[in-house]
RNA sequence: GCGCCCGUAGCUCAGUGGAUAGAGCGUUGGCCUGCGGAGCCAAAGGCCGUGGGUUCAAGUCCCGCCGGGCGCGCCA
């Protein structure tokens, strides 16, 4: 059972399953659900798989529960239905626990300890050097970024890896290229585009003459042994990469505690690939080093080393993971890559348990691919969307829809809303889906900017803070007044807000980002609600008023929390409070 | 051919083995003298690909089939 600790709503899950095992007079084996919305309780306890031993009919058993139970401080009360034992919350003692949890956590609502402190590398973005990115890299750029997150507000020590693809064969034909082909102006104007241009003219021209692939390989073996001209050639490549991919970065605010490309790992493989001869891991075929895992049910080997003595993409990866497991001691290795990889990481991953580093618990978060209407992507035959072409284009939109909403506002803050709704729509359009399955692009779904959106989310930030700031300081010492959950959206309000550390908690356990992103759409849903109804600042009276405006203040809080660990910022406003009269569409007639 | 993943409303997706399967978009109809409508309320829309099995209980677990995606020794 899922279960985040201290927390009030798994308190009360507790005490519903310790009142029954009490009535029962001894442990059983019981779970906890939730009721549908048309049933008047709050949780429920199926009574099922109690009826085989006890030859009594779940009802039955159930209506034997209900009259036996003695409810702990946080329940009120026991009903039977049907097979189910169904509880209802004390609804003053739940919702001031939930309150207090909320105050005294803050920014740290929903932390828990489940991490124990324990050090988990995560292995995201990695774009390879000399080539803009796609919107193909922003799965593992932004999946990554929110399990950093999420691994950090679960107490486990994330370490953050962007593991660049710097190395290897496609440096040798883009070395080539370059040595025949290059448009020198071009390059100097614009260096990556002119790089894109040599990749894909050399694929062009190593279909018509395949003998170029030979050459290609040649100068990836001179760039490997040191060659200072190759070497001088692809550092510049890297520079200029770098320069771009900041660009992008800056703009999605994703940062790295390390940029370790897969050059970094050239003088570390020698010693892994000796180490797997050595002790046996290890054999030769036909001039290769390879490492059968036939034994593991995998029955393509691991090639460790080609026949011509050159490194490959899982020599690197292997001598990647023990660097890491020396150096930042991890429970956990996590790789962001794309669910194409699969095969890779399973043969990465037995091989590594192989060489003696099994203890260390590998996991290979991959997700589908994005795909075009028209089929795959792909750089070679110029089928690609830019990553940061549909970056600008989200912020442009956002941007026009800024000025049609909210001209009043300043131009500068109309700038910095559309930079922080175009970004946080693009993110949040992926983070919002399980990430197992493909994606088609589609820019209008992806730049979405109403629905299940999120501008939609931090439309219901702003307009918490709008109530909050209008109504002075929240006071938070105040106790909680009973009556401010006495309302059908108010309570349910409540109970959502109690269920956040438990989302946090599933997130992270899952590697499911969009388990966070779905329970804060169902928080935006029910503030909206609850805002169409419910008087804040003109409650009857104060102690009401005080205590609604604690729940806003949460709500606000969870949103800023919640959207935080997926990487999406929040503006404090999304309109001014003084309308200027007649202007724009939207302003209708209310002046 | 073999292996892995996916299949839920017209479209895009949620759905820890538990009660009558839920959202967004789109369609139709309502709600502005209140904390701003980037909002709310409601209607229509489903053989959960398909056939078996396990279970008190299956959209969820297992097997077969169909459809789609990905991968399968010197690319990354």
């Known amino acids: 059972m899922l279960k985040v600790e201290g927390y009030t709503f798994d308190r009360a899950k507790r005490e519903a399953v310790e009142a029954v095992q009490a009535a029962l007079g001894e442990p059983a084996e019981l779970t906890t659900a939730l009721p549908p919305a048309e ?27 209900a009259r036996s139970v003695r409810p702990g401080p946080l329940l009120a009360g026991a009903q039977a239905a049907g097979g189910y034992l169904n509880f209802t919350l004390a609804r003053p003692a739940f919702a001031a626990g939930v309150m207090a949890d909320l105050i005294r956590g803050g920014d740290r609502y929903g932390t828990s300890e489940v991490g124990a402190g324990r050090t988990v590398v995560i292995d995201y973005s990695a774009p390879n050097v000399a080539r803009q990115m796609s919107v193909g890299h922003l799965r593992s750029t932004i999946i990554g970024a929110a399990l950093v997150n999420l691994h950090r507000h679960t107490g486990y020590r994330p370490v953050g890896d962007n593991h660049l693809g710097d190395w290897g064969t496609q440096f040798g034909t883009l070395l080539y290229a370059y040595a025949h082909w290059l448009d020198r102006e071009a390059y100097e104007r614009d260096p990556i585009a002119e790089l894109l241009r040599l990749y894909v003219m050399f694929d062009e021209e190593a279909r018509k003459d395949p003998a170029l692939r030979e050459r290609a390989r040649e100068w990836s073996l001179k760039l490997e042994r040191g060659d200072p001209e190759a070497r001088t050639l692809w550092q510049e490549f890297v520079r200029h990469s770098l320069v771009e991919f900041q660009k992008t970065y800056d703009l999605l605010e994703v940062r790295f505690d390390h940029t370790l490309g897969e050059s970094f790992y050239e003088d570390k493989m020698e010693e892994v690939i000796s180490q797997a001869r050595q002790n046996g891991v290890a054999t030769t075929d036909g001039g290769a080093v390879i490492i059968r895992l036939d034994d593991a049910g995998i029955t393509t080997p691991l090639i460790l080393q080609r026949s011509d003595g050159a490194t490959l993409y899982a ?37 590594l348990k192989k060489l003696g580093h099994g203890d260390v618990e590998y996991v290979h978060v991959d ?3 994005v795909r075009l209407p028209e089929g795959r992507m792909s750089t070679r035959r110029g089928r690609v969307v830019f990553l940061q072409e549909v970056l600008e284009e989200a912020i442009d939109r956002a ?3 800024v000025d049609e909403k909210n001209p009043e506002l300043p131009e500068a803050e109309r700038r910095e809303v559309a930079r922080i709704v175009g970004v946080g729509a693009i993110k949040y359009a992926d983070l919002s889906q399980n990430r197992v399955k493909n994606i088609v692009f589609d820019w ?9 959106s999120a501008p939609y989310l931090q439309y219901t930030y702003v307009r918490a803070r709008g109530i909050i700031r209008k109504g002075g300081d929240v006071a938070l010492d105040v106790p909680f007044d009973g009556r401010a959950a006495a309302s059908a959206q108010e309570w349910a309000l409540i109970k959502h807000l109690a269920r956040f550390p438990d989302a946090v908690h599933e997130a992270t ?24 109804e419910i008087p804040v600042l003109q409650a009857e009276d104060n102690g009401l008023r005080w205590s609604r405006q604690q729940l806003v203040w949460g709500v606000a809080t969870v949103m800023r929390t919640g959207l935080g660990l997926l990487g999406i910022r929040v503006p404090e406003r999304m309109y001014s409070r003084f309308p200027v009269p007649g202007i724009g569409h939207g302003a209708k007639c209310r002046v």
């Open 39 to 65: 049933v008047d309780a709050d949780l429920a306890i199926p009574c099922f798989p109690l009826a085989a031993q006890r030859r009594k009919s779940p009802p039955e058993i159930a209506g034997e529960l």
């Open 315 to 351: 020599t690197r990866d292997l001598a990647t993971a023990v660097y890491r497991i020396r150096t930042f001691r991890p429970a956990k290795i996590l790789y962001v890559v794309g669910s194409d990889q699969r095969l890779h990481f399973r043969q990465l991953f037995e091989a």
């Open 367 to 369: 997700f589908g691919l």
């Open 399 to 401: 941007r026009a829809l």
């Open 444 to 452: 209008d779904r992806m730049l979405a900017l109403d629905g299940d």
């Open 509 to 532: 356990r899952a590697y499911y980002p969009h388990v966070v992103a779905n329970h804060l759409f169902q928080l935006a849903q029910l503030f909206h609600a609850f805002y169409q």
